[in-house]
């Protein structure tokens, strides 16, 4: 099965640093090149760090100021038309709201997912009735066609998984997350079961954080590490109720992946993990 589509978000991305390495490597401020465009400084610096899309004009401007050859122009010129394309989620509007479009984009792109989820099921893994439930406590004022279209945004995410080229998913999630019942024992049975098949896949881990760790480096939140290849550097991404934060700077990165490194070594192994959700589904059925 293939990915719904490519990342015109990763593509930014590229671009953006780019442009920010052609103008550094002549040693040229920002102000100095948006005062030769007549641009406002803010607008290059929003295109230098893929907060904007960048008009395959505007890029044609920057690159004569650098004075880049043909053969980089026109490869440049191609990414930025290519990074203004949309991507699928941009098909179903409001379900994907502008703050989540960076991280659908960097997900469909990655060749890596390390996550902890320390509340709820991974939304890559969640059932859709799972999902409803999910949307219906936390989007209170919700028309149930809105909580539909959310429900088939994440379902489409999930053919990542399986997709030709699917990254490699290492997964941590707290104990909490398998022995909170959500929407009862019949949606949560068949949540845990659901669990259960994707840990058969060949490039899925999903290990269980067990409460007799105790304390541990990620109490204060849930976080994704995003690796791409072969040279994007890779992203963390943290979700609030009202946002999301990209965390990209080196020492930033690293701090999130030593985390991370340090749960999986903590949690229960793939094995025993799967052992102890099947008893948690069983109990269920008591």
């Given at each position: 099965?293939?990915?719904?589509?490519?990342?015109?978000?990763?593509?930014?991305?590229?671009?953006?640093?780019?442009?920010?390495?052609?103008?550094?490597?002549?040693?040229?401020?920002?102000?100095?090149?948006?005062?030769?465009?007549?641009?406002?400084?803010?607008?290059?610096?929003?295109?230098?760090?893929?907060?904007?899309?960048?008009?395959?004009?505007?890029?044609?401007?920057?690159?004569?100021?650098?004075?880049?050859?043909?053969?980089?122009?026109?490869?440049?010129?191609?990414?930025?038309?290519?990074?203004?394309?949309?991507?699928?989620?941009?098909?179903?509007?409001?379900?994907?709201?502008?703050?989540?479009?960076?991280?659908?984009?960097?997900?469909?792109?990655?060749?890596?997912?390390?996550?902890?989820?320390?509340?709820?099921?991974?939304?890559?893994?969640?059932?859709?009735?799972?999902?409803?439930?999910?949307?219906?406590?936390?989007?209170?004022?919700?028309?149930?066609?809105?909580?539909?279209?959310?429900?088939?945004?994440?379902?489409?995410?999930?053919?990542?998984?399986?997709?030709?080229?699917?990254?490699?998913?290492?997964?941590?999630?707290?104990?909490?997350?398998?022995?909170?019942?959500?929407?009862?024992?019949?949606?949560?049975?068949?949540?845990?079961?659901?669990?259960?098949d994707v840990a058969d896949l060949r490039n899925v881990t999903l290990q269980v954080l067990p409460f007799a760790v105790g304390a541990h480096p990620a109490m204060d939140g849930a976080f994704h590490v995003l690796g791409f290849e072969?040279?994007?550097?890779?992203?963390?991404?943290?979700?609030?109720?009202?946002?999301?934060?990209?965390?990209?700077?080196?020492?930033?990165?690293?701090?999130?992946?030593?985390?991370?490194?340090?749960?999986?070594?903590?949690?229960?192994?793939?094995?025993?993990?799967?052992?102890?959700?099947?008893?948690?589904?069983?109990?269920?059925?008591?």
């Open positions: 099965m293939a990915r719904p589509t490519g990342s015109p978000t990763v593509r930014r991305r590229q671009l953006a640093a780019e442009l920010r390495r052609l103008r550094e490597d002549r040693n040229l401020g920002i102000e100095q090149v948006a005062e030769q465009l007549d641009w406002h400084p803010t607008k290059l610096s929003r295109f230098e760090t893929a907060r904007r899309a960048i008009q395959p004009s505007d890029a044609r401007a920057l690159l004569g100021i650098y004075e880049v050859g043909p053969a980089e122009r026109d490869a440049l010129l191609t990414l930025a038309r290519e990074a203004r394309q949309r991507g699928w989620w941009h098909s179903y509007g409001p379900a994907v709201p502008e703050w989540f479009e960076v991280y659908v984009g960097l997900e469909s792109a990655a060749s890596s997912l390390q996550i902890y989820e320390g509340e709820f099921v991974p939304g890559l893994l969640q059932t859709a009735d799972y999902i409803r439930e999910v949307h219906r406590a936390s989007l209170l004022h919700a028309s149930s066609e809105d909580i539909e279209q959310r429900v088939a945004v994440r379902l489409t995410r999930q053919k990542l998984l399986t997709s030709e080229g699917a990254p490699n998913v290492s997964m941590v999630m707290n104990e909490a997350v398998i022995r909170r019942v959500v929407g009862g024992s019949e949606v949560m049975r068949a949540q845990l079961q659901r669990l259960l072969p040279t994007d550097p890779r992203v963390v991404y943290i979700e609030y109720h009202t946002g999301t934060l990209y965390l990209e700077k080196q020492h930033e990165v690293d701090r999130y992946t030593v985390m991370f490194d340090h749960l999986r070594e903590s949690a229960l192994s793939a094995d025993e993990s799967s052992t102890l959700i099947r008893q948690v589904a069983r109990d269920l059925q008591a």
